[in-house]
């Protein structure tokens, strides 16, 4: 496969530096609490937050690191992905016969194309930048809360449960306009990129009226969705 290399430094990459970053405040927490500590020695205090203050300085460097590498692998992984999305798309196409192309919407047929690869950008993206640190954060929040007070994290986690069920039922409910719209989406593409195509015959049989009217019944549709 292609693009493990890439896609293990991306999620290597991702779930280290969002790991890092959920434990930082944790130092910060130290800090302020040597700070607010009065049975201590001055200098023992001071070599204490000297210590500190380098460790948080160190660990944000190596999350800096990591994003930078995750913005790199993520940049190879989906460009090669899309192209080759590109590519098998192009192929796939080809392949039909003659009656396939005379039955079909050139703008339809090349706006799924694109809607497919764009689909797929969109989709990487949310999962990559947000479901996946999101998961890790809250895996690392309800380990460090469990730790300290079990009860806190157990109603951290019902109500993150809570939120997420009802977040899914919603989107599971919306799925299915947003199907549509992408349906009448692409009828909208597809009429205007075939009226501009043959616009030459629609001045000859004068048919301006008739195509507008169509046009504006399928833009009206997709309003209403």
């Known amino acids: 496969m292609p693009y493990k290399p890439s896609l293990f430094a991306m999620v290597v990459s991702m779930i280290g530096a969002t790991i890092i970053s959920a434990l930082i405040p944790l130092y910060y927490k130290q800090f302020f609490d040597l700070i607010a500590s009065a049975s201590l020695q001055e200098s023992t205090v001071i070599a204490q937050l000297t210590n500190i203050i380098v460790l948080i300085l ?32 192009f192929e796939y196409l080809h392949k039909h016969s003659y009656r396939f192309f005379t039955n079909k919407f050139v703008g339809a047929l090349v706006r799924k194309v694109w809607r497919l690869v764009d689909s797929f950008e969109r989709i990487a993206d949310r999962v990559y930048w947000d479901l996946l640190p999101l998961a890790v954060r809250l895996c690392v ?38 199907e549509l719209n992408a349906k009448i989406n692409t009828e909208v593409n597809a009429r205007l990129a075939d009226t501009v195509t043959n616009n030459i015959n629609i001045k000859i049989f004068s048919a301006l009226g008739n195509e507008l009217g169509a046009f504006r019944g399928l833009t009206e549709k997709q309003r209403k969705l």
Do not use: E, H
């Open 141 to 178: 929040i309800f380990i460090v809360v469990w730790g300290r007070n079990p009860t806190l994290a157990s109603i951290l986690f019902g109500w993150t449960a809570f939120y997420m069920s009802i977040n899914y039922a919603f989107t599971i409910f919306k799925l299915k306009y947003d």
């Open 58 to 89: 160190l660990l944000q460097t190596i999350v800096w690191l990591l994003y930078r590498v995750s913005f790199f692998a993520t940049g190879y992984f989906q460009t090669r992905v899309m192209a080759d999305l590109l590519n098998d798309s």
